[in-house]
Each structure stands twice: as structure tokens, then as C-alpha cells.
């Protein structure tokens, strides 16, 4: 049975190793492709993979455990095992990742008093529930069992989020008690206070250090920071940026492969290295994470490209070769090899055979909840998705100003059926001026567009999603509400019999053939906003808006014959068809 320890290098079975990682996450990719994936990470050279286990995907609620399909994360650590790769593994509570609420699951959301990262009772005692199931997942994959796994992460950059070291122990503790056996680690930015305030050194846990440039500098400081505390550990990058995430409204971001490489380069001639990321892959469904800038949260998109080694469709781009050739001039006896690709195909169009509203098929989708005021997503269901909030209005046959108080993320204002606006999470509480009939309906649909994965905002009430406090009529709050929650977990439900409203919220039915399935992108540029269904699997966000328009369509999704699209669109677009392609369609910013 081997053996993996850190000494003042790393060690396996007493020998020095250096560790060429690559950033992989299971759970952003089809399990078909795994394998594909992890022989391209061996052929470029490196001999271990790391990733993240996303707390929220495998406790989707509270009490239920999902490990199957892309959440299986035992069989992509076996597979790795098996194709002779080492594996580092990061269970800590909170990832950050671009993933929603940074792997914190929406649930913990219910409890008013809940404090995440935090060395509370509460807190603490969700943890220790989800860790007993994990590590009955992996307990067993340690290299201490004859295992992969080499490695595992106690906390992920707390020290841009907080210092308590008595934390730390707990979240180490914890994972002890159900099995771990293998080193411990910390990542933190290479910066003096977060190194010191995430890190457990002197509990003997390695820190280790995150950045994607200036290499020689931030191992200095890492260095500096072993030398202080009286160690002589091997210096490792957790993950060293070699592209990055991608938010709406904004440019893809780049960087130059010659550029990475040389970094690459100087890194390596110290150093280990984790290369975050080698394939990004797609923030499928509703996990897409999110950015925040002072008050104003900044969603990212569906595509997790990152403008890494792969393409978020698998692709090597020429930052796969460039880095592979660093490998081979720096380990010549390192064996490498040519990647593999998958095919792609341009299916051509997609017919249109069904369209609903879906004012008229909410009982299809959601049970109507009623309370006095507005229930949060979060107590009204998964907290993912939408919300559809009803109430009945008295009116005087005059204007009147209307207004939703904090409500999160976005929010769409409908007037017995006319839309009358759209707000955002920053503008929320400014008045709409609508005119009222004796009788009115009005209908608020917020959507949640992703929860912050980094920093303060973790711990900010704008986290709960929906409408927090109330909405305003005149000058008081209305009561008597109906409230629908829509996570879209069951759009097979959807009746397309039923009546289609123009301008509104609407689901939109698509078929077209495959011969045989291979990857495909939908073009998104006939639509506004809203999510697409491959044959009932949620694709993800598109947004007119930019700067992708597209969705990825892995070809494990598609089955030969009949393919059935659903899209739902929440701006009133309407496409006579919509036609999948080959390649992806990006939005051209001047």
C-alpha cells in the first residue's frame, strides 16, 4: 500500500514527487466525458487531479443525499485511480468555485439565526450531517486504503472571509472523526493576512497558496510565511489562474497562451502546481455562482469556460500544447501523448410545436402557497429558480405607486396580464406608478439569478431569495398572497394545451432529429432571457444580454431520433424555430 506525506517535499513512498495537478470538477461535466477528460490531463503530462465536492449538489435538502449520475463523486475518484492519476480532494463546507453560494447549500438559508463558516452550533451541526455521508463516499478512496486521494482541503481561502482558527479545528476535526487519514491542506491568496488568518500552520496543516501570476514573487511570500512559523514545507499553488469566469453584461475575459506557459514554466522550476482549470465545463441548471461589487451583485453565466486548457466542451486549445511542451522540456522522462476530441454536429433547425403562458399553467408546475405576506423562495421551496407572487388589488380607477422591498435578484411587474416593468436587486425598492381598476391582479415573478460564492456578502440577508420584506401599494403593504416556487424541476408537467398569452412568461416546445448524437450548441440569439430543456435536463441560463449566446448541448443528452427542446422565456420572445450548431455563438461588444 503506498504512501503519501509532506515532508520538506512531497513524498510517496518516501520518494520526492512533484505534483502537476489540473483543476477538474465532476459535477460540471457529463460522466461520459470524464474519462476523456482525464486522459488529456495525463497526455498533457500531469499525474494528479484535483477537485472541488460541492456541498449543496449532494444535500440538495436538507437530510436528502444524492452521489448518483454527475454527482457520483466516488466513481470520478475511482476512474482518476484507475488511470494511474493521484487525486487532491477540497470537502470543505464552502468552495467558492463560481459555483452558487459557494457549495453552501440554499436550505441553510431557512434558519434566521444560521451563521455559515462560522464556529457555531448551528452551523457546525449541519456540517457534521453532510460529512458523515460523505466520507462515507470517500473515506475509503484515501491512498491510506489504497486509494487515489493524497490530500484533502480543511477550508477554501478562508482568510479572505474570516480568522477563526478555532473554526478551522472544528472543520478539521470534523473530517477526522468520519475518516479522513490523509494530509491536510489550506489555500489562501499569497498575501500576509490571508495566510495567516486561513491557515492552520501551526496545527501542522500545509498552506498552501492561490494566484495566476508572478509566480517567483508570491512563492517568495509563501516561503516567507513557512520560515516564520519555523517550517520547511514544499511550495505549492492550489490553483494557479490560467483563465478566468465570465460574468454577463461583460467581455470574455483571456489570456495569452505563451504568456501561461512561461508562468507555468517558472512556477514548475519551484514549486507544485495546480493548474485551475483544466477543463471548466458548464454551470448546469440553476448553480451558476456569482460576483459581488460593493452593493451590486454581478450573476456569472452558464458557460464555465474559464479559457482554460480544454474548452468548456472538452476542445484543446493552445494552451494544452504549450503547456505540454513546458512538461516535456522540464521532465523529459515524463510520458505524454495527443488529446483526445469529441465530434460535434449542426443539427440544423428546430420546429416549434407547442407554446404555453405560464400564467396559465402555474398549477401544472407549483402547489399556490397563500400567506399574509411574501414568503422567501427559500421557505416556499429550493430556493432556486423563480417565484411567482399573486395578490389581488383594490383600486380607485386612478394611479397608483407600486414598489417590491427587498426583494432578490430580479423582478418582473405584471398588471392583471400587462407587463409593466423589471427591476434588479439594486433598484428593487424604487416606485412603479400603475393604474388600478376596481379590481386588479398583480403578479410579481422574481427570478434568482445566483448567489454571491465570495467574500462578506456569504453573510448578507440580500442571500435569501424572493421578496424579503414586502411589496407596497400606495402606502402600505398588501396583503393576502399567493405564491408559487419554481425551481423547474418538472417541465414534463407543462400542459402546452392550455393558452398562450403574448408578453408574457412563457414555455416554448422544440423537436428536431438526431442520426447520432454528438455535442451541439443551441443558438440563443432569437431569445431574450430565460432557461433551455434538453429532453428535461436543465441546460442552464441564456441572456440576450451577453456576451455568450449560446447553450452547450453534451451529446450524452441527445438520443438518436425525436429530441424535444423546452425553453423558457420570460421576456415575451418569440421563435418560430431555433437551430442548433456546431460551434458557439458569442455576442460582439465594439
Avoid at 494 to 500: A, L, N, P, R, T
Amino acid at each position: 500500500m503506498s504512501r503519501f506525506e509532506i515532508n520538506e517535499a512531497f513524498c510517496l513512498d518516501g520518494q520526492p514527487v512533484k505534483l502537476l495537478s489540473g483543476a477538474v470538477h465532476y459535477f460540471r461535466l457529463m460522466p461520459e466525458y470524464w474519462e476523456d477528460c482525464l486522459y488529456n490531463l495525463k497526455a498533457m503530462g500531469f499525474n494528479t487531479v484535483e477537485t472541488y465536492i460541492p456541498w449543496n449538489i449532494h444535500e440538495p435538502e436538507e437530510g436528502v443525499f444524492d452521489f448518483s449520475g454527475s454527482r457520483d463523486v466516488a466513481a470520478f475518484v475511482r476512474l482518476a485511480g484507475a488511470m494511474g492519476l493521484h487525486v487532491i480532494l477540497r470537502p470543505s463546507p464552502f468552495i467558492c468555485a463560481e459555483w452558487e453560494l459557494g457549495g453552501l447549500p440554499a436550505w441553510l438559508l431557512r434558519y434566521p439565526d444560521m451563521k455559515v463558516r462560522t464556529n457555531t452550533p448551528l452551523f457546525l451541526e449541519k456540517v457534521e450531517a453532510y460529512y458523515r455521508e460523505l466520507f462515507r463516499q470517500i473515506a475509503d478512496l484515501q491512498i491510506t486504503r489504497g486509494g487515489p486521494v493524497i490530500m484533502m482541503q480543511v477550508e477554501n481561502e478562508y482568510g479572505s472571509f474570516g480568522n477563526d482558527k478555532e473554526y478551522l479545528r472544528q472543520i478539521k476535526s470534523l473530517m477526522e472523526r468520519f475518516g479522513a487519514e490523509v494530509p491536510f491542506f489550506t489555500s489562501d491568496g499569497a498575501w500576509d493576512a490571508a495566510l495567516e488568518s486561513g491557515s492552520l500552520i501551526e496545527d501542522g496543516v500545509l498552506a498552501t497558496a492561490n494566484f495566476g501570476s508572478r509566480s517567483d514573487e508570491n512563492m517568495d511570500v509563501l516561503e516567507a510565511f513557512f520560515k516564520r512559523h519555523g517550517r520547511k514545507w514544499p511550495l505549492m499553488c492550489m490553483e494557479f489562474w490560467d483563465g478566468w469566469f465570465n460574468r454577463w453584461r461583460e467581455k470574455i475575459i483571456t489570456r495569452d497562451a505563451e504568456d501561461l506557459a512561461m508562468e507555468v514554466r517558472q512556477l514548475l522550476e519551484r514549486a507544485s502546481i495546480n493548474l485551475y482549470m483544466f477543463q471548466g465545463g458548464t454551470n448546469f441548471g440553476f448553480y451558476n455562482g456569482c460576483s459581488a461589487r460593493g452593493y451590486t451583485d454581478l450573476p456569472q453565466i452558464t458557460s464555465y469556460n474559464y479559457d482554460a486548457i480544454l474548452t468548456e466542451w472538452g476542445q484543446p486549445t493552445e494552451k494544452f500544447y504549450q503547456v505540454r511542451e513546458v512538461i516535456r522540456e522540464l521532465f523529459p522522462e515524463i510520458p505524454t501523448g495527443e488529446p483526445r476530441v469529441h465530434e460535434r454536429a449542426a443539427y440544423g433547425k428546430a420546429e416549434l410545436t407547442g407554446k404555453v403562458s405560464l400564467f396559465s399553467c402555474l398549477d401544472d408546475l407549483a402547489e399556490c402557497q397563500k400567506s399574509a405576506y411574501p414568503m422567501t423562495m427559500e421557505e416556499a421551496g429550493n430556493g432556486y429558480g423563480y417565484m411567482l407572487y399573486r395578490t389581488q388589488v383594490k383600486g380607485y380607477n386612478r394611479k397608483m405607486k407600486v414598489k417590491a422591498v427587498q426583494a432578490s435578484d430580479r423582478v418582473q411587474y405584471y398588471l392583471n396580464g400587462v407587463f409593466e416593468g423589471t427591476q434588479y436587486q439594486n433598484n428593487s425598492g424604487e416606485e412603479l406608478e400603475l393604474f388600478f381598476g376596481p379590481e386588479n391582479r398583480l403578479d410579481l415573478l422574481v427570478e434568482n439569478m445566483g448567489r454571491v460564492n465570495y467574500g462578506y456578502k456569504l453573510q448578507a440577508p440580500t442571500q435569501r431569495k424572493g421578496i424579503r420584506t414586502g411589496v407596497m401599494v400606495d402606502i402600505h403593504f398588501e396583503s393576502g398572497w399567493e405564491q408559487y416556487a419554481l425551481p423547474l424541476d418538472n417541465v414534463e408537467q407543462v400542459d402546452f394545451e392550455k393558452e398562450w398569452i403574448q408578453d408574457t412568461p412563457a414555455f416554448y416546445r422544440y423537436e428536431f432529429q438526431v442520426d447520432q448524437p454528438k455535442d451541439t450548441f443551441l443558438n440563443c440569439r432569437e431569445l431574450g432571457k430565460g432557461v433551455a430543456f434538453i429532453n428535461g435536463f436543465n441546460l442552464g441560463r441564456y441572456w440576450s444580454e451577453g456576451p455568450v449566446q449560446y447553450l452547450y448541448i453534451p451529446a450524452p443528452l441527445l438520443r438518436e431520433g425525436k429530441n424535444q427542446l423546452v425553453v423558457f422565456e420570460t421576456e415575451g420572445k418569440t421563435a418560430g424555430a431555433l437551430w442548433l450548431e456546431d460551434c458557439p455563438v458569442y455576442v460582439e461588444y465594439e
